[in-house]
């Protein structure tokens, strides 16, 4: 399951850069990353289909709120996820030696970023799947 996350995140790796990914990588925190961003995404849509299933909510813009809500949720929590972890971004061993790994606050943006926009995609997946099961927002967003 690791390497999904890894490989999906992967096509962002532009944005957050080969360090911070093999970094990812080798200390295999890629699936509680993954598992954080699509329980958050699962969450949102929940709440906005099954918890909430207000009929004032079932209008597009209410949808896109949630949406939106979603990706700035999953930007910060991207972002701080890697960030708790910047006294670590170093490579090797003790026999070798450390070295410190080019990981700027760009690149822990960048990897927030990665994350607010997969976020968006399992969310779209997520109310595909849930929106049939309210009683009031089936309509929305399509």
Same mark, same amino acid.
């Given at each position: 399951?690791?390497? +999904?996350?890894? +490989?999906?995140?992967?096509?962002?790796?532009?944005?957050?850069?080969?360090?911070?990914?093999?970094?990812?990588?080798? @200390? @295999?925190?890629?699936?509680?990353?993954?598992?954080?961003? /699509?329980?958050?995404?699962? !969450?949102?849509?929940?709440?906005?289909? *099954?918890?909430?299933?207000?009929? $004032?909510?079932? *209008? /597009?813009?209410?949808?896109?709120?949630?949406?939106?809500? %979603? +990706?700035?949720? %999953?930007?910060?929590?991207?972002?701080?996820?890697?960030?708790? @972890?910047? =006294?670590? !971004?170093?490579?090797? =061993?003790? @026999?070798?030696?450390?070295?410190?790994? =080019?990981?700027?606050?760009?690149?822990?943006?960048?990897?927030? $970023?990665?994350?607010?926009?997969?976020?968006?995609?399992?969310?779209?997946? +997520?109310?595909?799947?849930? *929106?049939?099961?309210?009683? %009031?927002?089936?309509?929305?967003?399509?």
């Amino acid at each position: 399951m690791s390497s +999904f996350f890894e +490989f999906i995140y992967g096509w962002f790796q532009s944005f957050f850069g080969l360090d911070l990914s093999m970094y990812l990588s080798n @200390e @295999e925190l890629w699936l509680g990353i993954g598992c954080l961003m /699509i329980g958050i995404s699962l !969450f949102v849509v929940l709440l906005y289909y *099954k918890i909430l299933d207000l009929p $004032a909510l079932s *209008k /597009i813009w209410c949808w896109a709120l949630f949406l939106v809500g %979603n +990706f700035i949720v %999953n930007l910060f929590v991207g972002w701080a996820w890697v960030w708790t @972890e910047r =006294d670590y !971004f170093v490579s090797g =061993d003790d @026999e070798v030696g450390t070295q410190m790994l =080019d990981i700027t606050q760009g690149n822990l943006w960048g990897f927030g $970023a990665s994350s607010a926009i997969l976020s968006l995609f399992f969310f779209l997946i +997520f109310t595909i799947i849930f *929106k049939w099961w309210s009683k %009031n927002c089936k309509t929305s967003p399509f």
